[in-house]
């Protein structure tokens, strides 16, 4: 029994003489958020962040002793910039000791020289006291994350017991680091949408950055495949147009310029690097898309920001054109309806009139036009006009693909009639219809008319 009772104030001797360094003259320091190390986060403005610390001093003996702070290694960021020595200011808590006296009971600044913080009675009494330290965003002139060691030394002043040291880390997410804010006209950061569904097409990216380098930057534009769809169909991607506007920094497109696949330096910031918002602006002119065909390109866009030639931070996103079908035929007349002669005089001659068609298609598929006659040319009474005596042809515009299926005036049948074939890849096409009407002795006078359309067929 007196073995086990021995053998236990022996661990515990060893337990006490492990937490207190020395058992009779010992230094702890403990941030009060807890954990071993002195931790601000993050602190960007217009915050201000303070945290305690305390220290602890174990002593049995009778000797005075005082207690001294210092930076060890500076607050350093992985680029190797320090912060300014304003960065970081601390005080002592006065009346959080019990004895003793308490220096620097005002705002200093932290600094790699010795300051006196605390030294006990004569009669070296233990004690502990509070540290307050504060960083306020507004003196922080640098952003990333920042280490420094801050070294805190425990020394008799009479000769007992051994000089004490102490290291305590210190970690400050200055800004929250560098960063950059996304924000696109899709609602969704990943990606900027454009849609020819759209009466406008256009399209933003708004980069907004934050925090600090201490240096200029510059953000450079790159598309990193080509705009494909899912048939593997490619777009251009010059029929995309961009341009710039910032609120501070120097953009280098503020006119619209075609979109390339190469890097291309788009903005550049002020000296200092501060912050800013970048808006790039993307827009399609609609009449580009005339040999276009359907579908939902897409490919990966790209935002480098970088700092003397240093990467600091990317943004990715997709870019993507909705291209959406199009099969669609316009006609252009004076008539509002059908076709329509006025007053036709018997004898008179041949009388025109001219349809205009346009065919808008992006399928990629042929197809013809077909022509629908309700029925015969009727004047008001009832009177029809002679198939031989109404007649039609077709001419094609200039520099347009296809062609008409009747290139010589032949009679205009009552039902469908198909009047016009497109290229083999289906492309839009502009032609022209020419309705003519006899005029001759077998013709009775009046108006004539009836109704006439046209629609796309897939061949």
Request: hydrophobic fraction near 35%.
């Amino acid at each position: 029994m007196i073995k086990k009772v021995v053998f236990t104030s022996l661990v515990l001797s060893v337990l006490s003489f492990s937490f207190f360094c020395w058992a009779d003259f010992g230094l702890s320091v403990t941030p009060l958020e807890g954990g071993s190390a002195l931790r601000f986060g993050r602190v960007g403005a217009p915050d201000v962040v303070t945290r305690e610390v305390r220290v602890r001093i174990t002593s049995d003996l009778t000797d005075q002793y005082r207690i001294k702070q210092r930076v060890l290694e500076p607050l350093q960021n992985d680029r190797g910039q320090q912060l300014d020595g304003e960065a970081v200011k601390f005080y002592t808590l006065q009346g959080s000791n019990s004895s003793g006296t308490l220096y620097q009971d005002v705002p200093s600044e932290l600094g790699n020289f010795a300051q006196n913080l605390y030294t006990s009675t004569s009669t070296g009494n233990a004690d502990s006291f509070v540290v307050v330290y504060s960083v306020n965003s507004a003196d922080l002139d640098l952003s990333g994350d920042f280490i420094g060691k801050i070294l805190y030394t425990l020394i008799p002043l009479q000769g007992g017991g051994s000089e004490q040291q102490i290291i305590l880390n210190v970690y400050l997410d200055s800004d929250g680091k560098f960063k950059v804010d996304v924000t696109t006209s899709s609602q969704n950061y990943r990606n900027v949408k454009l849609s020819s569904a759209e009466e406008k097409i256009e399209g933003y990216v708004i980069l907004k950055t934050q925090g600090s380098l201490g240096d200029n930057y510059d953000i450079l534009q790159r598309l990193d495949d080509q705009l494909k769809n899912d048939k593997g169909e490619i777009l251009d991607s010059e029929l995309i147009n961009f341009s710039l506007t910032s609120k501070l920094g120097r953009v280098n497109y503020s006119s619209l310029t075609p979109l390339e696949a190469k890097p291309r330096v788009i903005y550049s910031s002020t000296a200092g690097g501060a912050d800013d918002e970048i808006a790039i602006n993307f827009s399609v002119d609609r009449k580009d898309l005339a040999d276009v065909s359907s579908g939902v390109f897409d490919a990966p866009l790209t935002y480098q920001i970088k700092s003397k030639g240093e990467l600091i931070e990317t943004v990715s996103l997709d870019l993507i054109f909705d291209v959406r079908p199009v099969f669609d035929i316009n006609i252009g007349s004076d008539q509002k309806r059908g076709i329509r002669f006025d007053d036709v005089k018997s004898g008179d001659g041949p009388v025109q009139k001219e349809m205009v068609i346009q065919v808008e298609s992006n399928l990629n598929k042929p197809y013809y036009v077909v022509q629908h006659l309700s029925d015969y040319l009727t004047n008001e009474t009832g009177d029809k006009v002679a198939e031989e005596n109404f007649t039609v042809k077709g001419e094609v515009a200039k520099d347009n693909l296809g062609a008409t299926l009747i290139d010589n005036f032949a009679p205009v049948e009552p039902g469908d009639t198909n009047v016009f074939s497109s290229d083999s890849q289906g492309n839009g096409s502009k032609f022209t219809l020419i309705y003519s009407l006899d005029r001759d002795r077998g013709v009775k006078g009046g108006s004539y008319s009836t109704d006439i359309s046209y629609s796309l067929l897939e061949k």
